[in-house]
């Protein structure tokens, strides 16, 4: 079974927005009383079927096709730029998660030697 109708760009005036929804809501409504859910691609089926009138279909290879087709164009799509990998930069990363291990390391060595400074002093000196 082919796709009919695929979840893309909805372009309309101001005015058949409030008729969509109307469509919309009856269709969700029919499919609730039998029980049924669905996404919007089948309450926009249903809407399209009901009051084609309404509707002007365009055949889309891909969902970002209405975007160039109504007012899109100055979006782009950003290129693919693959991430280097080589062997220095591997070597790199290590080495600098040593510096940073031993960094962190001195850091706390510090911190406890100046916390036991503090309470030395405290206890000993400030009487």
């Known amino acids: 079974m082919g796709t009919y109708i695929r979840g893309n760009i909805t372009v309309a005036p101001d005015r058949l927005w409030l008729i969509l ?19 919007d691609q089948t309450l926009m089926l249903m809407a399209y079927r009901r009051h084609p009138e309404n509707f002007e ?3 889309a ?3 970002g096709e209405g975007l160039g087709a109504y007012g899109g164009d100055t979006l782009r799509r950003r290129i693919h730029k693959p991430k280097r990998n ?4 591997r070597l790199w990363r290590k080495q600098r998660a ?5 960094i962190q390391e001195l850091k706390t060595k510090h911190r406890i030697k100046k916390r036991h400074a503090e309470r030395i002093e405290k206890e000993y000196f400030n009487k």
């Open 61 to 63: 290879s891909y969902w």
């Open 57 to 59: 279909p365009h055949m």
């Open 98 to 102: 040593r510096w940073k291990a031993k």
């Open 86 to 89: 080589n062997a220095f930069h």
């Open 21 to 39: 929804w109307q469509d919309t809501y009856e269709a969700l409504k029919s499919l609730t009383e039998c029980g049924m859910a669905d996404d």
